[in-house]
């Protein structure tokens, strides 16, 4: 166990569709990676690609978005509006240096807790096998000056000090 | 996070659920780590205990609010559309805004899906820091409350609509009841008999048009579509098209010269299924509400060769109107009833049946026009000649039903309404009857009773899934005949059985246009097109969209009896909102902080409410908080950071990401 590498994976999930699969799987008690962390929000579409920039320079090594299915968005398309920035965002990340593959979009409906801890722990190991997403010590290459209120500097050194103990 | 906010004193609550949490999270070392650990973020004081949600539970939040002054409240416990506005209601009567409060999931998102509890005590550690992280970020809201127009829109005039609108009418309060056929009635107006009772489909559902096409609570709104809604609940404005009847309502008496001097015969493939036929002018059947006729403008002489009017000239009170126009039609209201019903699979698509190849192949809507009394044989089971009764009969189960090739769901009714057909053609012709199913599916009360009748009454039960119905003779027993080809899976062998009708049970569908109506109105479908419920079984007659409501088929299949309930269930719903007059919205909303506003107008075209709107006086955008459904893409979009969302705001999200990330798993299971 100390030799496999466990990844840190944030969950962006939507309030109508993917939060209530995650809910589904928990009722149905399916068992699924424990390395995703959720945050719920209303619908995909309120994700600003900043967030998933945020969770990847603050220490996660993988960030899973996930909606409502084409056509079945609570609020009519705007899942579309989050299929495009992610797209976006890929080649962004790409740009960066960083492995789009860190990014993966999920589609799963309020029905579909199987497929939510079926994709969940898949992409665990994908991200598993990518290995930790290195920054340096500094804190990486990101600068994160874009406008949006920062996090107090000690809950970031806190993340870097766990990040010395993995085997790189 | 400002020094300012440094100042919130958080309680961190931890539930143990009994041992739903506790059983897999160690609950006491999240406690005492959240109160060790978030000092920090400005929690203090953590507590654990065995049942958050229960009155001993709530008192504790509520006394430490009170005695400790706390000004944000997180509970780690279930999932937050199950207690969020419990502990919300909680920290309310304590004094704090309810929004103040938050929940971190640990027991579907952790102690449920989970198993090493070493990993589950950390996962929640980090769950909790990120619930911290947030409430802290959390603003102070206040409920929106909007006024109920007690006018309520019902679409759809089959019974789970009548029932609907005769509920809200009787009740004391306006219905618009918009119905797309000529009359009401819906499917159920062209069954003869229903089961498991048998009795008179018509003799059941006319008292109730009656009574709907009377009532002076009920403007009836037939031969109309919905064409467009805007607005929200409590407020909708609805524009629906009424199609030109080109007759006269206020003078027609229903005295229905027209249509017996109307020269032309059209074939009736809406309510007779294709058997019977109707004039060019005409009412889909006798009881037919409202009684006033629609005239066919494709098929009517005059609109084709310009000259009969026969309907004109014998009209005693000049009721045709040839030159009437579609009218629209502008309504206000507050609460809305989708109940747009089904529509029949079509048999065609199984080609191996071979429906409308071969002539003595009918659907289930057919024969139920075939044995109606009122129907174009007046009830006699004849075969497609129109008069050779059939001495054997084949029904086939679950036709495009429980099929991976066409629909996966059951139907629901076909079992019953097969084994209806199946006394039907027993008692009027003495035929031998074979039924074909997969599983015999008689839930509910008094159906497995009919099915034992059925048994008893000698009908034949095959047991498989019909494989092809063809013409094609081996032998002399089955020239002329239909061969169903059938593995019998209970004698375990192949079986060919010759038969002079084959009745297919056709599934429902839902209707071809599910999908864009449920866009205009706001809600979703299913994939497979059924309109979705907000809770499957706790909340079955709401949507997502406030103030939409579905009833009867439009939700999924269902027999009379559910649709019933279900009107009434959407009726008693909208009602409770009507009586509270006014309310309450999630002040959930984005807003725009117009110094920020560059004008750029993205924003505009991403609002699916076109709840943003461009002033260009001033050159910014402004957002309409009444049609504001608080998604956030507007949020995430807007290149300036002007817009914000409450309940979800950039900081509040950052925050939560921090707080998540500030213990990782690598420290876990050394």
Same mark, same amino acid.
């Not at chain 1, 969770?55 to 299929?83: F, R, W």
């Given at each position: 166990?100390?030799?496999?590498?466990?990844?840190?994976?944030?969950?962006?999930?939507?309030?109508?569709?993917s939060?209530?699969?995650?809910d589904?799987?928990?009722?149905?008690?399916?068992?699924?990676?424990?390395?995703?962390?959720?945050?719920r929000?209303?619908?995909?579409?309120?994700?600003?690609?900043?967030?998933?920039?945020?969770?990847?320079?603050?220490?996660?090594?993988g960030?899973?978005i996930?909606?409502?299915?084409?056509?079945?968005?609570?609020?009519?398309?705007?899942?579309y509006?989050?299929?495009?920035?992610?797209?976006?965002?890929?080649?962004?990340?790409?740009?960066?240096?960083?492995?789009?593959?860190?990014?993966?979009?999920?589609?799963?409906?309020?029905?579909?807790?199987?497929r939510?801890?079926s994709?969940?722990?898949?992409?665990?190991?994908e991200v598993?096998?990518?290995?930790?997403?290195?920054?340096?010590?500094d804190?990486?290459?990101l600068?994160?000056?874009?406008?949006?209120?920062?996090?107090?500097?000690s809950?970031?050194?806190?993340?870097?000090?766990?990040?010395?103990?993995v085997?790189? | 996070?400002?020094d300012?906010?440094?100042?919130?004193?958080?309680?961190?609550?931890?539930?143990?659920?009994?041992?739903?949490?506790?059983?897999?999270?160690d609950?006491?070392?999240?406690?005492?780590?959240a109160e060790?650990?978030?000092?920090?973020?400005?929690?203090?004081?953590?507590?654990?205990?065995?049942?958050m949600?229960?009155?001993?539970?709530?008192?504790?939040?509520?006394?430490?609010?009170?005695?400790?002054?706390?000004?944000?409240?997180?509970?780690?416990?279930c999932?937050?559309?199950?207690?969020?506005?419990?502990?919300?209601?909680?920290?309310?009567?304590?004094?704090?805004?309810?929004?103040?409060?938050?929940?971190?999931?640990? !027991?579907?998102?952790?102690?449920?899906?989970? %198993?090493?509890? @070493?990993?589950?005590t #950390? $996962?929640?550690?980090?769950? +909790?820091?990120?619930a911290?992280?947030?409430?802290?970020?959390?603003?102070p809201?206040?409920?929106?409350?909007?006024?109920?127009?007690?006018?309520t829109?019902?679409?759809?005039?089959?019974?789970?609509?009548?029932?609907?609108?005769?509920?809200?009418?009787?009740?004391?309060?306006?219905?618009?009841?918009?119905?797309?056929?000529?009359?009401?009635?819906?499917?159920?107006a062209?069954?003869?008999?229903?089961f498991?009772?048998?009795?008179?489909?018509?003799?059941?559902?006319?008292?109730?048009?009656?009574?709907?096409?009377t009532?002076?609570?009920?403007?009836?709104?037939?031969?109309?579509?919905?064409?467009?809604?805007?607005?929200?609940?409590?407020?909708?404005?609805?524009t629906?098209k009424?199609?030109? !009847?080109?007759?006269k309502?206020?003078?027609? %008496?229903?005295? @229905?010269?027209?249509? #017996? $001097?109307?020269?032309?015969? +059209?074939?009736?493939?809406?309510?007779?299924?294709?058997?019977?036929?109707?004039?060019?002018?005409?009412?889909?059947?006798?009881?037919?509400?409202?009684k006033?006729?629609?005239l066919?403008?494709?098929?009517?002489?005059?609109?084709?060769?310009?000259?009969?009017?026969?309907?004109?000239?014998?009209?005693?009170?000049?009721?045709?109107?040839?030159?009437?126009?579609?009218e629209?039609?502008?309504?206000?209201?507050?609460?809305?009833?989708?109940?747009?019903?089904?529509?029949?699979?079509?048999?065609?698509?199984?080609?191996?049946?071979?429906?409308?190849?071969?002539?003595?192949?009918?659907?289930?809507?057919?024969?139920?026009?075939?044995?109606?009394?009122?129907?174009?044989?007046?009830?006699?089971?004849?075969?497609?000649?129109?008069?050779?009764?059939?001495?054997?009969?084949a029904?086939?189960?679950c036709?495009?039903?429980?099929?991976?090739?066409?629909?996966?769901?059951?139907s629901?009714?076909?079992?019953?309404?097969?084994?209806?057909?199946?006394?039907?053609?027993?008692?009027?012709?003495?035929?031998?009857?074979?039924n074909?199913?997969?599983d015999?599916?008689?839930a509910?009360?008094?159906?497995?009773?009919?099915?034992?009748?059925?048994?008893?009454?000698?009908?034949?039960?095959?047991?498989?899934?019909?494989?092809?119905?063809?013409?094609?003779?081996?032998?002399?027993?089955?020239?002329?005949?239909?061969i169903?080809q059938?593995e019998?899976?209970?004698?375990?062998?192949?079986r060919?059985?010759?038969?002079d009708?084959?009745?297919?049970?056709?599934?429902?569908?839902?209707?071809?246009d599910?999908?864009?109506?449920?866009?205009?109105?706001?809600?979703?479908?299913?994939?497979?097109?059924?309109?979705?419920?907000?809770?499957?079984?706790?909340d079955?007659?709401?949507?997502m969209?406030?103030?939409?409501?579905?009833?009867?088929?439009?939700?999924?299949?269902?027999?009379?009896?559910?649709s019933?309930?279900?009107?009434?269930?959407?009726?008693?719903?909208?009602?409770?909102?009507i009586?509270q007059?006014?309310?309450?919205?999630?002040p959930?909303?984005?807003s725009v902080?117009?110094?920020?506003?560059?004008?750029?107008?993205?924003?505009?075209g991403?609002?699916?409410?076109?709840?943003?709107?461009?002033?260009?006086?001033?050159?910014?955008s402004?957002i309409?908080?009444?049609?504001?459904?608080?998604c956030?893409?507007?949020?995430?979009?807007?290149?300036?950071?002007?817009i914000s969302?409450t309940?979800?705001?950039?900081?509040?999200?950052?925050?939560?990401?921090d707080?998540?990330?500030?213990?990782?798993?690598?420290s876990?299971?050394?």
């Amino acid at each position: 166990m100390t030799d496999k590498f466990e990844p840190t994976i944030i969950g962006f999930t939507c309030n109508w569709c993917s939060y209530r699969a995650a809910d589904l799987a928990g009722t149905a008690r399916m068992k699924y990676a424990p390395n995703v962390r959720l945050i719920r929000m209303m619908c995909s579409g309120r994700l600003d690609p900043t967030f998933v920039l945020r969770a990847l320079s603050n220490g996660a090594d993988g960030v899973m978005i996930t909606g409502c299915h084409p056509g079945e968005c609570h609020y009519v398309e705007q899942n579309y509006k989050a299929l495009r920035r992610y797209l976006l965002l890929k080649r962004v990340l790409k740009g960066m240096g960083i492995e789009p593959e860190r990014v993966k979009l999920v589609w799963a409906s309020a029905a579909e807790g199987a497929r939510f801890a079926s994709e969940t722990t898949l992409f665990v190991e994908e991200v598993r096998k990518l290995g930790p997403l290195n920054w340096g010590k500094d804190h990486g290459p990101l600068t994160m000056d874009d406008g949006l209120s920062h996090g107090d500097t000690s809950q970031s050194s806190i993340v870097d000090g766990q990040k010395e103990e993995v085997p790189a | 996070m400002s020094d300012e906010k440094k100042q919130e004193r958080v309680g961190v609550y931890v539930c143990h659920c009994g041992s739903n949490i506790a059983g897999t999270v160690d609950v006491v070392d999240v406690a005492k780590w959240a109160e060790e650990n978030l000092k920090g973020k400005g929690v203090v004081i953590s507590r654990e205990y065995k049942f958050m949600c229960s009155s001993l539970g709530q008192e504790l939040i509520e006394k430490d609010i009170r005695e400790l002054g706390l000004t944000r409240v997180v509970v780690a416990a279930c999932s937050p559309h199950l207690h969020e506005k419990t502990f919300r209601t909680a920290a309310a009567n304590a004094g704090l805004n309810p929004y103040l409060c938050e929940l971190a999931s640990i !027991r579907e998102q952790v102690s449920w899906v989970h %198993t090493d509890k @070493a990993v589950a005590t #950390e $996962k929640s550690k980090a769950v +909790v820091a990120g619930a911290v992280s947030r409430v802290v970020e959390n603003v102070p809201l206040d409920e929106i409350k909007v006024p109920i127009n007690p006018n309520t829109l019902i679409v759809g005039g089959g019974i789970a609509g009548i029932q609907a609108a005769l509920e809200i009418a009787n009740a004391g309060f306006h219905v618009y009841l918009v119905e797309r056929e000529p009359s009401i009635g819906g499917h159920m107006a062209q069954f003869d008999k229903t089961f498991p009772t048998l009795d008179c489909s018509a003799c059941i559902l006319t008292p109730r048009m009656v009574e709907a096409g009377t009532h002076p609570n009920i403007t009836m709104l037939t031969w109309s579509e919905v064409v467009n809604v805007s607005g929200y609940v409590g407020s909708f404005s609805v524009t629906i098209k009424k199609k030109a !009847r080109c007759v006269k309502e206020d003078l027609c %008496t229903g005295c @229905a010269i027209c249509i #017996e $001097k109307c020269p032309k015969k +059209v074939v009736d493939d809406v309510f007779e299924a294709g058997l019977g036929y109707r004039k060019a002018i005409y009412t889909p059947f006798a009881q037919a509400v409202p009684k006033y006729p629609v005239l066919d403008k494709e098929n009517c002489t005059y609109f084709i060769k310009g000259t009969c009017k026969a309907c004109e000239k014998f009209c005693p009170t000049e009721a045709i109107d040839f030159n009437q126009q579609d009218e629209m039609i502008n309504v206000d209201v507050g609460n809305i009833i989708l109940a747009t019903g089904f529509e029949l699979f079509d048999a065609r698509r199984i080609t191996n049946y071979g429906y409308g190849r071969l002539p003595n192949v009918f659907t289930s809507l057919e024969f139920e026009r075939l044995s109606n009394a009122a129907g174009p044989t007046n009830g006699n089971i004849v075969l497609r000649d129109g008069k050779t009764t059939p001495k054997s009969v084949a029904i086939l189960h679950c036709v495009g039903s429980r099929d991976k090739n066409y629909n996966n769901y059951c139907s629901v009714i076909c079992c019953m309404q097969s084994l209806k057909f199946a006394h039907l053609v027993e008692e009027r012709t003495g035929a031998t009857v074979y039924n074909f199913y997969i599983d015999m599916r008689t839930a509910f009360k008094g159906y497995d009773e009919f099915y034992q009748r059925v048994l008893d009454e000698g009908t034949l039960f095959v047991r498989g899934k019909v494989a092809e119905i063809t013409d094609a003779a081996y032998n002399s027993d089955e020239k002329g005949r239909l061969i169903i080809q059938v593995e019998d899976t209970l004698a375990g062998k192949q079986r060919r059985i010759p038969v002079d009708m084959a009745i297919l049970s056709s599934g429902l569908e839902p209707q071809h246009d599910s999908k864009e109506v449920g866009k205009m109105f706001g809600i979703s479908c299913s994939t497979d097109g059924w309109f979705t419920e907000k809770h499957p079984k706790l909340d079955p007659v709401a949507t997502m969209t406030d103030g939409i409501y579905i009833a009867g088929c439009a939700q999924g299949p269902k027999d009379i009896p559910s649709s019933v309930a279900q009107g009434a269930a959407a009726a008693a719903r909208i009602l409770d909102k009507i009586l509270q007059k006014e309310v309450t919205l999630e002040p959930v909303k984005a807003s725009v902080d117009l110094e920020k506003c560059s004008g750029c107008r993205i924003c505009n075209g991403l609002c699916p409410y076109n709840a943003i709107s461009f002033l260009a006086d001033r050159n910014v955008s402004e957002i309409n908080l009444a049609l504001c459904q608080g998604c956030g893409t507007c949020v995430a979009a807007c290149p300036a950071g002007a817009i914000s969302g409450t309940g979800f705001s950039d900081e509040q999200i950052l925050a939560q990401i921090d707080g998540l990330l500030l213990r990782n798993l690598e420290s876990v299971g050394d």
